[in-house]
């Protein structure tokens, strides 16, 4: 019997046009990446989150905001919530 192995990281388009032909096999077995899921990237992960959440609350915007154009309505949302504006927003 002979194996063939293939490595995929991160690809920007799901699934890549180049494995859709492979996923369909039967001999095919596909697995999540799991590198960065150990206790340390946990508890790192976790910890960024926590405080993320806490500027958020505390009307600061997060460190790592993904989507700065959804912060002025998130801001409007926050103020009805709080009572109180959030800051200006990142940038």
């Known amino acids: 019997m002979r194996f063939r192995l293939s ?3 991160t690809i920007t388009r799901m699934p890549s046009p ?3 032909a492979r996923r369909s096999s039967p001999c095919t077995l596909a697995s999540p990446h799991i590198a960065g899921t150990t206790r340390e990237a946990r508890l790192n992960i976790a910890t960024l989150a926590a405080r993320q959440l806490l500027d958020v609350l505390d009307g600061k ?7 700065p ?7 409007k949302r926050f103020e009805r919530a709080f009572g109180f504006a959030p800051s200006a927003g990142p940038g």
């Open 69 to 75: 154009r959804a912060w002025p309505a998130f801001a």
């Open 18 to 20: 180049r494995l859709a």
């Open 7 to 9: 490595s995929q990281n």
């Open 61 to 67: 915007p997060p460190e790592r905001l993904l989507n």
